[in-house]
């Protein structure tokens, strides 16, 4: 289950990058370093949490299979 939510979350800090690049590339702002940091501010945690409760899941089922405890 936990997999499944880190897949989940690294999809939306894939789809908030690529529409800010999209968004960067397409429309001139006047400040682009403040959409960049901003989106960085956002997509980098959430590639942490999703790295993280991959990892975290995978673990387990490691120790599942050698007959370890959950």
Known sequence: MK??????V????????????ITAYFQ??????VLFLTA??????LLILG????KEDNQTNKNIKKGGKK
């Open 51 to 54: 790295l993280l409760l991959q």
């Open 3 to 8: 997999k499944e939510f880190g897949k989940w």
């Open 28 to 33: 001139k702002f006047d400040d682009e370093k």
């Open 10 to 21: 690294l999809d939306i800090a894939k789809y908030i990058l690529t529409a800010v690049v």
């Open 40 to 45: 960085g501010c956002i997509v980098l945690p």
